[in-house]
């Protein structure tokens, strides 16, 4: 295999913590590699410094220079000054400028200059790569060409960034967490496109959907040491609990051993031969083997939620609108005890509105939303982290609460605390600015839960937390005696815990769906099918006059014409059908995906003549 990317003992600290060190791995042409590590273990840095935006304190990283790299980051640097068309296509690929000049034209309108333009993307074959270009656009949700990037929100900024990558076609992807800021189909179109893909990919990502369709090596690094598991990330849990389970074994054996070595250390002559020191020798090494740890940090979140009472959550015929924008139109629903709730739909649809009504950070319009006296909120927000650079992380905590009140008369100090939540004594003192931004997340996570609220509401939950702490999170949820509220693009998190759905339909409307967001896209699909199924038979018919004409008589060529259609029409039935047998491969490349695509859609497009000739010819004699 052709060797890419070749890592070899690199090392990075952050003042006086290591976040890795010692750490070595290669990709090669057309592996598919995702990194997992727990928050603050440097999955970022590792991944800038492959891109050379950061400098390592030791090791060395190879590129091969043949090798054209495309990187997305976390926070993606963009040049603010430029309009969303020039940031998509700016590269050193002329077919990219091309296009880039070709769409300025059209928004301006520019008649002579779109004629020269076309000449010149004729010459140079672009109209590939411009129906490539507007796919991904397309399927990315972005429309407005000639907006400048500083107008956009941080997830546009992200999604024009991926574009950018897309559309040039790298012979590798590098990518952070490439799902975030991503709608849910967005995400369904993206794994998709990366399956197919002949592109070799590096990427990060808490997506564990994503990461089981798309990768077939998952990299993990832990302890400063790499395992290498050739699969997906099902067949990563398996092998992972037996690595562990092994390794454990191995442990307790040594145990045992060093006892019979240590009586023998305790009953030996101090005078010691050779073989005696060898003996010592070995017992300590084999001492170091057997005080080992297995690090499985867990969050056992047992803590006890405030008391439910029997009135939790009534919410009559509520009403929002922004100017012309309708959110919410005459929803009315009476929330019960103990039910976790998934919410969906488009970005812009009032998702987070809902959440905001509920808890009286937004008001109504009209409707009424009637709280229950015992409902306790515990509110995660997209932006709901404040905390001050210069803090330290317990004194975070100190501000809520010294003390910590587990329920069951268990209290627990704000040190005692911390430590539950992964982050030990000598992290306790660290400043906030010195926090990996999933590290931060997990800190906000712990002054949510901490207040042991009744009626969670978690926006965005997952974003940022490593898989670590997600599953975790999951175990929590499933046990929770309260009410849940979950917001998220995480399908894998939604699958594990909501029992039924809000749909945001758009224009106010809210669906009640009874099941996880699976069950959702797999009736969603059928419906689509079915609609399709229906247009396809429903037949545009013109008005019947009052007096029916007197059907006309076929010519001689419209006769043989009429003969010969039905032999057509099932050649061209069976050629879509092939087609689309093909586009189902997970092999084909990018531009076969193409080519296909637009052939399906000739073919489709000459079976509707021919079957809306034969119906013509049909009704004459």
């Given at each position: 295999?052709?060797?890419?990317?070749?890592?070899?003992?690199?090392?990075?600290?952050?003042?006086?913590?290591?976040?890795?060190?010692?750490?070595?791995?290669?990709?090669?042409?057309?592996?598919?590699?995702?990194?997992?590590?727990?928050?603050?273990?440097?999955?970022?840095?590792?991944?800038?410094?492959?891109?050379?935006?950061?400098?390592?304190?030791?090791?060395?990283?190879?590129?091969?220079?043949?090798?054209?790299?495309?990187?997305?980051?976390?926070?993606?640097?963009?040049?603010?000054?430029?309009?969303?068309?020039?940031?998509?296509?700016?590269?050193?690929?002329?077919?990219?400028?091309?296009?880039?000049?070709?769409?300025?034209?059209?928004?301006?309108?520019?008649?002579?200059?779109?004629?020269?333009?076309?000449?010149?993307?004729?010459?140079?074959?672009?109209?590939?790569?411009?129906?490539?270009?507007?796919?991904?656009?397309?399927?990315?949700?972005?429309?407005?060409?000639?907006?400048?990037?500083?107008?956009?929100?941080?997830?546009?900024?992200?999604?024009?960034?991926?574009?950018?990558?897309?559309?040039?076609?790298?012979?590798?992807?590098?990518?952070?967490?490439?799902?975030?800021?991503?709608?849910?189909?967005?995400?369904?179109?993206?794994?998709?496109?990366?399956?197919?893909?002949?592109?070799?990919?590096?990427?990060?990502?808490?997506?564990?959907?994503?990461?089981?369709?798309?990768?077939?090596?998952?990299?993990?690094?832990?302890?400063?040491?790499?395992?290498?598991?050739?699969?997906?990330?099902?067949?990563?849990?398996?092998?992972?609990?037996?690595?562990?389970?092994?390794?454990?074994?191995?442990?307790?054996?040594?145990?045992?051993?060093?006892?019979?070595?240590?009586?023998?250390?305790?009953?030996?002559?101090?005078?010691?031969?050779?073989?005696?020191?060898?003996?010592?020798?070995?017992?300590?090494?084999l001492k170091k083997k057997a005080t080992q740890t297995i690090k499985e940090d867990k969050l056992d979140l047992q803590f006890e939620s405030s008391r439910l009472g029997n009135k939790i959550i009534e919410v009559s015929h509520l009403e929002k609108a922004f100017d012309d924008i309708i959110i919410l139109k005459d929803f009315s629903y009476k929330f019960a005890k103990f039910e976790k709730i998934g919410i969906v739909g488009k970005n812009g649809t009032g998702k987070s509105t809902l959440l905001n009504m509920l808890t009286g950070q937004i008001p109504a319009d009209s409707g009424e939303i009637e709280v229950g006296?015992?409902?306790?909120?515990?509110?995660?927000?997209?932006?709901?982290?404040?905390?001050?650079?210069?803090?330290?992380?317990?004194?975070?905590?100190?501000?809520?609460?010294?003390?910590?009140?587990?329920?069951?008369?268990?209290?627990?100090?704000?040190?005692?605390?911390?430590?539950?939540?992964?982050?030990?004594?000598?992290?306790?003192?660290?400043?906030?600015?010195?926090?990996?931004?999933?590290?931060?997340?997990?800190?906000?996570?712990?002054?949510?839960?901490?207040q042991n609220p009744n009626f969670l509401i978690l926006d965005e939950p997952t974003n940022d937390l490593d898989i670590m702490t997600l599953n975790v999170l999951e175990q929590y949820l499933s046990e929770f005696q309260g009410c849940v509220i979950v917001v998220s693009h995480d399908r894998y998190f939604m699958d594990k815990i909501v029992d039924h759905l809000f749909v945001f339909e758009g224009e106010g409307q809210i669906k009640d769906f009874p099941g996880n967001y699976t069950h959702f896209r797999q009736w969603e699909k059928e419906q689509e099918k079915e609609k399709k199924a229906i247009e396809k038979k429903?037949?545009?018919?013109?008005?019947?006059?009052?007096?029916?004409?007197?059907?006309?008589?076929?010519?001689?060529?419209?006769?043989?014409?009429?003969?010969?259609?039905?032999?057509?029409?099932?050649?061209?039935?069976?050629?879509?059908?092939?087609?689309?047998?093909?586009?189902?491969?997970?092999?084909?490349?990018?531009?076969?995906?193409?080519?296909?695509?637009?052939?399906?859609?000739?073919?489709?497009?000459?079976?509707?003549?021919?079957?809306?000739?034969?119906?013509?010819?049909?009704?004459?004699?």
């Open positions: 295999m052709i060797p890419y990317i070749e890592i070899e003992n690199v090392t990075k600290r952050w003042g006086e913590q290591i976040l890795f060190e010692n750490i070595s791995f290669n990709i090669a042409k057309g592996q598919k590699v995702a990194i997992i590590a727990k928050n603050g273990a440097g999955k970022s840095t590792l991944l800038n410094a492959i891109a050379r935006k950061t400098d390592l304190d030791d090791g060395v990283i190879n590129i091969n220079k043949d090798v054209k790299v495309g990187y997305l980051s976390q926070v993606p640097e963009l040049n603010e000054n430029l309009t969303v068309i020039e940031q998509a296509t700016a590269s050193d690929n002329p077919i990219a400028a091309l296009i880039r000049n070709y769409e300025m034209a059209i928004s301006s309108n520019n008649t002579a200059e779109m004629e020269a333009l076309m000449e010149e993307m004729n010459l140079k074959n672009a109209w590939d790569f411009e129906l490539r270009f507007k796919q991904i656009l397309s399927e990315l949700k972005i429309n407005n060409f000639n907006q400048k990037v500083s107008q956009l929100s941080g997830g546009q900024q992200k999604r024009v960034a991926l574009a950018q990558i897309l559309i040039n076609e790298p012979d590798m992807l590098i990518l952070d967490e490439p799902t975030n800021h991503l709608d849910l189909k967005m995400i369904e179109w993206l794994e998709i496109y990366l399956t197919k893909t002949n592109c070799t990919l590096l990427m990060v990502t808490h997506d564990r959907y994503f990461l089981d369709r798309v990768c077939n090596e998952i990299i993990e690094i832990e302890d400063n040491t790499t395992y290498r598991y050739k699969g997906n990330y099902s067949y990563y849990l398996q092998k992972r609990d037996e690595r562990i389970a092994i390794k454990t074994a191995e442990i307790e054996k040594a145990k045992n051993l060093y006892k019979t070595e240590l009586d023998w250390l305790r009953r030996m002559p101090k005078a010691r031969g050779h073989k005696a020191k060898y003996r010592v020798d070995a017992a300590h090494e006296q015992t409902i306790k909120f515990g509110y995660y927000t997209q932006t709901g982290m404040n905390f001050k650079e210069e803090d330290r992380v317990i004194d975070i905590i100190k501000e809520i609460a010294e003390v910590i009140d587990l329920g069951n008369g268990r209290k627990w100090t704000a040190s005692q605390f911390l430590t539950y939540f992964l982050f030990p004594p000598e992290t306790q003192y660290t400043y906030v600015r010195k926090l990996s931004g999933g590290e931060k997340r997990r800190l906000y996570l712990c002054t949510v839960l901490m429903t037949i545009v018919k013109e008005e019947v006059p009052v007096e029916k004409p007197k059907k006309v008589k076929r010519s001689y060529h419209e006769q043989k014409e009429f003969d010969k259609l039905p032999k057509e029409i099932e050649k061209l039935e069976v050629e879509k059908k092939e087609i689309e047998e093909k586009l189902n491969d997970p092999s084909l490349s990018s531009d076969q995906m193409i080519e296909l695509s637009q052939k399906h859609a000739e073919v489709t497009d000459t079976l509707d003549e021919k079957e809306l000739r034969w119906l013509e010819l049909s009704e004459k004699q």
